[in-house]
């Protein structure tokens, strides 16, 4: 009789064991299990007209990683962007100039140990910040610099180029308007697919289908999850160089485009440009490793269908 239970045990311990590497393990926020697909509102390989969670919130599932992200609006590319493609974000660092006399603000808001400050901002909409960056630059202490994420911020104040910011930190010093204060924009709030710029930094890839029904949708201002960890199936540039060229073993962001790298030279331009570091150098585009190949076409063979990568953007 107890060997039979010894045994019965001994089994139970191996399904118990075995359940987290059969299934999958969903983990949103960072801290926030939850049960498979169906505790997702919003799937990963699904776009919607409505926000379901807020920009940038981290999902991990098993050894993939995702970002809720916004596609930007007004750019021209809500019919291209699909499946396989990188993305880059679209907004640009804010310098934010002291606030006007007229205001009737101190600029701090702002004083030490606060968490509130008013800033100068022409036209924000609510919340348009939020999960970015603040960056203090410190003109009483040797330009010495600080940073916070910032929580929240306000429409302006009715009248005046005047916006309040909530931080997550406290301030270290009141805030002087001799002060110089950068905003570093949350990166997933504002995404398209890759731009043909030099200094485009690629921060995912979509999952998403685009052509339901035969036809292309103009996506502009959807939400969506971009991949920036664990294997991922990209579809590589069209202008990279076929056949045995493409003999090294990661994957590049090259004027924008997913290339897989190379040993030999591209022409000028990016015509032909095969995204080798030596590509880089003499074209000047700055290099970024988006990743490695887990599986690939031979070499010698073409690169125009998917390939199978490990991203490795952020994990």
């Excluded at 960072?30 to 498979?36: H, T, V």
């Excluded at 101190?106 to 509130?116: C, E, K, L, W």
Aim: proline share 4%.
């Amino acid at each position: 009789m107890f060997k039979k239970f010894k045994i019965a045990v001994i089994v139970l311990l191996f399904m118990l064991i075995s359940i987290p590497a059969l299934g999958q393990t969903y983990i949103l926020e960072g801290s926030i299990l939850i049960s498979g697909r169906s505790g997702l509102v919003q799937q990963v390989d699904q776009v919607t007209v409505g926000q379901n969670y807020r920009i940038g919130a981290r999902l991990q599932i098993n050894e993939k990683v995702y970002y809720y992200s916004k596609i930007g609006i007004n750019t021209g590319i809500g019919l291209d962007i699909e499946a396989g493609l990188g993305v880059v974000s679209l907004d640009t660092i804010t310098y934010v100039p002291t606030l006007s006399p007229s205001s009737g603000l101190s600029i701090a808001g702002g004083d030490s140990n606060s968490r509130t400050l008013y800033v100068n901002i022409p036209v924000s909409q609510e919340n348009e910040f939020q999960y970015g960056t603040l960056v203090l630059i410190d003109s009483s202490n040797s330009s010495k610099s600080w940073s916070t994420t910032i929580a929240s911020n306000d429409t302006n104040i009715t009248g005046q180029d005047t916006v309040l910011m909530r931080l997550e930190d406290d301030l270290p010093v009141a805030v002087l308007s001799s002060d110089a204060l950068i905003i570093f924009p949350n990166p997933y709030r504002n995404v398209a697919p890759s731009a043909d710029s030099s200094f485009s930094s690629i921060i995912g890839v979509c999952n998403f289908f685009n052509g339901h029904g035969g036809s292309l949708t103009d996506y502009e201002g959807y939400y969506t999850w971009i991949q920036t960890w664990g294997p991922c199936a990209i579809k590589l540039d069209p202008r990279h160089l076929t056949g045995g060229a493409n003999r090294e073993r990661e994957v590049y962001n090259f004027g924008g485009g997913l290339f897989a790298g190379s040993d030999s030279l591209g022409t000028a331009g990016l015509a032909g440009a095969t995204g080798s570091y030596h590509d880089s150098t003499i074209f000047t585009q700055p290099r970024q490793i988006v990743g490695t190949f887990l599986a690939r076409n031979r070499e010698g063979e073409d690169f125009d269908n998917n390939s199978l990568i490990m991203l490795q953007i952020s994990p």
